[in-house]
């Protein structure tokens, strides 16, 4: 009796634990053509940058991997889950002023989503939101440790957040109104996890080299499909 | 500051980050040096009003101070309006202008209170009535030049009728001077301005054609360069040079000169 009972309750819980909808879209983003040299940006307009970064930083702008792909890409379904709402998360995304850098660089965050920017640097710094379908704002952030919190509460991509005390600190936000979003990594790949049958936009953004779209189908609840963006230098 | 993209390093106003004097740091060094050089230039502009108030006759010119005390005011809220508003570009383009046009109000001052002007008399009926029309042309057309070229800075659009009107005021330019050296050669500071203006015009050629190239060379990175800096720099500087030569030549020839019909 014991023995069924704790077979109906673990298959009861199997059930209730497993995502509705496991299917995915997955892919690599290429780059094709030889790599841009990026410029070395010097940091020398702030002691505390130029103690960090004596010689400077390669600018982030382009970075392709060592095995051809490219990093930095916002990866978003941008058309077909009209009538769909999804409850932003309460958990912020941390957005961090490290080293005289942004960090990350490139990020997705869901509209109503807490934005925690924090300041752990020894040197001042702002954060500009260059938005247009949400309010702009420039926070001056001019002590070490400090965290200021906003929101998106429009889907916008892509927003320029910049240091306008530090010009070559530069990042990309991507707000958009659902969860499935992704950036492609130190190995150019990207996954849009527990997607819903149906047949979506899937649109591919880059800071220097633009947008590109892809119309995937899911049929089943289970499948995954795999898509490949290539863009050229 | 706009060269150097450091307009909106300090986020708050008339403070910076709270304080009087914030840490010297990256775009800080451009942004608040320009607040305190305002302030500067402010407190100056209000003893200079007060003193041409008490002590001026003219009531012209007593005017003039007062109004470039008020436009000094009006400049300071500009400038915290575009820190405020993130740079809405009509307001930056204003700022930029009226920046210029008290520039010239000042020159104005200096030049009718000068010994100079105070002990000269307006020159005999024999100038022709022309030189006022060419001058205040020259200025007129200066001045949309220089609006152009805000929009130009502030925006990225417009160069091209920019670099197109460039042409109308070298034109007027030549044709004041000539004006100039040929009827009143003896008149020394309107011939001075003239070549002047002329001297300055080819310089901001040069210039605009340097901030060009710097502005839209391939290998720009995402930061601009030191020559670009100066350059487009230089060209706002030089440029409101040109417009203070115009300015004042129509001063003079409106206030100096009588045309032949009153004589």
Redesign the interface.
């Known amino acids: 009796m014991i023995n069924i009972r704790f077979w109906v309750l673990a298959a009861a819980f199997a059930v209730l634990a497993s995502p509705v909808h496991a299917a995915a879209v997955k892919g690599k983003v290429a780059f094709a053509g030889t790599p841009p040299v990026m410029?070395m940006?010097k940091m020398d307009?702030?002691?505390?940058c130029a103690l960090i970064h004596p010689v400077g930083h390669r600018?982030e702008?382009v970075v392709v991997n060592a095995d051809g792909t490219l990093m930095n890409v916002f990866i978003y379904v941008k058309d077909g889950l009209a009538g769909q709402k999804y409850e932003a998360p309460k958990t912020p995304v941390v957005f961090n002023q490290l080293s005289c850098r942004f960090e990350p660089h490139v990020f997705g965050i869901q509209a109503g989503q807490p934005l925690q920017i924090l300041n752990s640097d020894p040197?001042?710094h702002?954060v500009?939101a260059?938005a247009s379908k949400n309010p702009?704002f420039?926070?001056?952030m001019?002590i070490q440790g400090m965290k200021l919190t906003k929101t998106f509460m429009s889907p916008e991509a892509m927003i320029k957040l910049k240091?306008?005390?530090?010009?070559?600190m530069?990042a990309y936000a991507g707000v958009v109104d659902n969860p499935f979003f992704a950036v492609s990594g130190s190995d150019g790949a990207f996954e849009l996890k527990d997607l819903p049958p149906g047949t979506y936009t899937v649109e591919a953004w880059h800071e220097k080299y633009g947008a590109q779209t892809q119309s995937v189908t899911i049929g089943a609840a289970d499948e995954t499909k795999e898509i490949a963006f290539s863009y050229q230098g | 500051m706009t060269s150097t993209e450091s307009g909106l390093s300090v986020p708050d106003w008339p403070l910076s980050y709270g304080q009087w004097f914030p840490p010297m740091v990256g775009g800080i060094r451009f942004e608040h040096s320009h607040r305190m050089i305002a302030g500067i230039v402010g407190l100056l502009t209000l003893v200079v009003a007060v003193l041409f108030w008490r002590l001026e006759e003219r009531a012209s010119v007593r005017n003039l101070a007062l109004a470039a005390f008020l436009a000094v005011i009006v400049q300071a809220v500009l400038g915290g309006i575009t820190v405020r508003y993130f740079l809405p570009k009509p307001i930056s383009v204003a700022h930029a202008c009226l920046g210029q046009i008290f520039f010239c109000m000042v020159s104005a001052l200096a030049l009718v209170s000068s010994r100079q002007w105070i002990e000269g008399a307006p020159r005999p009926a024999d100038q022709p009535g022309h030189l006022r029309a060419f001058w205040s042309a020259a200025a007129a057309a200066v001045f949309v030049q220089l609006i152009l070229g805000a929009w130009v800075r502030h925006t990225g659009t417009g160069v091209v009728i920019h670099i197109v009107w460039a042409l109308a005021v070298i034109v007027l330019g030549i044709l004041a001077a000539a004006a100039v050296e040929g009827a009143i050669g003896h008149f020394r500071f309107l011939t001075f301005s003239g070549r002047f203006y002329l001297s300055c015009t080819v310089i901001q050629i040069l210039l605009g054609v340097g901030a060009f190239v710097t502005t839209h060379d391939p290998k720009r990175g995402s930061l601009p360069r030191l020559g670009e800096i100066l350059f487009t720099t230089a060209h706002q500087a030089v440029g409101v040079l040109v417009l203070m030569a115009a300015v004042l030549a129509s001063i003079t020839a409106f206030a100096r000169l009588r045309s032949k019909s009153a004589g």
């Open positions: 410029e940006v307009t702030d002691p505390q600018s702008e040197t001042l702002n500009h260059v702009q420039n926070l001056g001019p240091c306008e005390v530090h010009p070559w530069v």
